[in-house]
């Protein structure tokens, strides 16, 4: 018994070589002798063999006309072999909006003075506004038993308000810790926090927490008030550092030095010291207004001409650098309210009617934040307030 072979089977045999990855196949393929090789069938019990013979002829007739088809497409494509590919338009609803002006996402910025109590307040402020900013937050650690640690920081960023357990000490199951956030805590974005302890008057340690920052916020300061910090809490630690260095020991000019060199020499090594069109501001200055204090004689100076040594430092040393200097009325946070519209002076307003400006720390925390992409306050010296109190 002989098989019959299918006609369709025939053509698929004939056109094995036709198609390729690349388009055609080569034009000797076509001109092959053996691919033109007769096929021979065999008739089938019942079916004579002058019928598979004409079966045959047509299907290489058929054959015959693709091969010729394929020649003058050849001839068409010449040497050239590419497809062309146009890409299609991409997908609106999967795009990603790219920042329009100064931004703070994917950006990482690092507030000096974080465990005090304006620069914990713009850590608050900076990762509850900016979900896609990391915050460095840098402390001056003296020990645990000082309000100088952590404690201000971590409330004010609120991550004391997760669950927490503590097994009791003459338990032996149960004296395992734990904490888990609560899904209050979900927009705190305390993911994006990272503290770094530093000594602001050791230049290795500034060069080293700048090396991979964009923007740096200046809240530290040797002052509480206008008296010199060492004096006012009696702090052992400051008072040996104020005694052993007076004359250099100062956090508002030797620290901020320190700072501004290694940030500056951080953007050096990355090539980024020019700032692109949607760069925040690279450092923000707390300063004080003149009338929020008043003059006073510190171990280290007047306290007015050192807040302005340090400014004019920014301006005249550090001129590659883009600044916005904010100088701050006096800080109340018991009888000035929160939430209040940002006030602005170049300088120009009388005199004699600042002493009554006064502002509430989260409104200040508010406009340094603020302050950092905001075009108009590049390398601009500002007086801030949010109201006045008496006559």
């Not at 089977?9 to 070589?17: K, Q, S, T």
């Not at 055609?24 to 013979?53: C, K, T, Y």
């Not at 795009?95 to 507030?111: D, I, Q, W």
Request: with cysteine; hydrophobic share 35%.
């Amino acid at each position: 018994m002989q098989y019959k072979v299918h006609p369709s089977a025939v053509l698929i045999a004939a056109l094995l070589h036709i198609p390729s990855a690349s388009g055609f196949a080569p034009a000797s393929l076509l001109r092959n002798p053996s691919f033109a090789s007769p096929i021979v069938l065999h008739a089938e019990d019942g079916e004579s063999p002058s019928q598979a013979d004409a079966e045959a002829s047509r299907l290489r007739a058929r054959a015959e006309e693709l091969r010729e088809e394929i020649r003058k497409a050849e001839a068409e494509l010449g040497d050239s072999r590419g497809r062309e590919y146009t890409a299609p338009p991409p997908d609106p609803s999967t795009a990603v909006a790219e920042p329009k002006g100064m931004s703070l996402k994917k950006k990482r910025v690092l507030v000096v003075g974080a465990n005090g109590r304006v620069g914990s307040m713009v850590c608050r402020h900076l990762l509850r506004t900016n979900p896609e900013t990391e915050v460095v937050a840098a402390v001056h650690y003296v020990g645990e038993r000082t309000s100088r640690g952590y404690g201000r920081l971590s409330y004010e960023v609120g991550a004391e308000d997760g669950r927490g357990t503590i097994g009791s000490a003459w338990s032996s199951e149960d004296r395992n810790a734990s904490f888990e956030y609560v899904d209050e805590m979900a927009d705190y974005n305390l993911q994006n926090l990272r503290v770094v302890d530093v000594e602001l008057l050791d230049p290795v340690q500034c060069m080293t927490i700048t090396e991979d920052v964009d923007s740096v916020v200046w809240c530290a300061t040797d002052f509480d008030g206008n008296r010199p910090r060492a004096i006012a809490s009696l702090n052992a630690a400051f008072l040996f550092r104020a005694v052993a260095d007076p004359t250099k020991g100062r956090v508002e000019i030797e620290g901020l030095r320190n700072i501004l060199g290694g940030l500056k020499q951080g953007k050096q090594n990355r090539n980024d010291l020019e700032r692109g069109p949607n760069d925040p501001i690279s450092f923000v200055l707390i300063s004080a207004e003149k009338e929020a204090f008043g003059d006073f004689e510190t171990p280290f100076g007047s306290f007015i001409a050192i807040k302005r040594e340090g400014e004019e430092m920014i301006r005249k040393e550090f001129p590659s650098l883009s600044h916005c200097i904010l100088q701050m009325s006096k800080f109340d946070d018991n009888f000035s309210e929160e939430g209040l519209e940002i006030l602005r002076d170049n300088g120009e307003s009388e005199e004699d009617q600042k002493f009554r400006r006064r502002i509430n720390r989260r409104d200040a925390a508010r406009a340094v934040s603020e302050a950092l992409t905001d075009e108009t306050l590049v390398d601009q010296t500002v007086e801030l307030w949010t109201q006045k109190v008496g006559r």
